[in-house]
């Protein structure tokens, strides 16, 4: 993300963002594929500005989504990641089917003590399932013609 991006984002939200959240996403790590930055990371300032603005108007599955409740991503599944301006570096997960309400029980909404462990988590998350995809489709490929309805 570029100055104008973390910009764009402060005005649009009328927030600070927090220096840990710009010196991350300044260089926001080229491993995290697409899937990652379109979700579990945004990475696009429109999208994090459209999903905040959104939040606020809408709420979060029936709660008051709080102005200093910054979103930063999802998990493609109606769960927030999110970060509480002027807390903490901590990032949080709303978790709408069987996690604690997020407004009353925050603490217990945490997901990771900061962005670095959080992407760490999410980088070797999407190892383990791009492994498993490789493991399955190597099972797949080496059956023998009569295993193949197996």
Known sequence: ???ADFARIETSLSI???DAYR???SSYPSEADE???SHALFSDSD???AENLEHRKEGWFGIKWPDEYFVIGDDGCG???FMVLGKDEKVYFADHEAGPHPTENLEE???SDSLQEYMAEALELAREVEEEFRQREERRLNKKWWEIWK
């Open 1 to 3: 993300m570029e100055a």
């Open 16 to 18: 600070e963002l927090p």
């Open 23 to 25: 010196l991350f996403m």
């Open 35 to 37: 899937d990652i930055r």
């Open 47 to 49: 999208l994090i500005v």
């Open 79 to 81: 769960d927030t990641y």
């Open 109 to 111: 909404c945490v997901s």
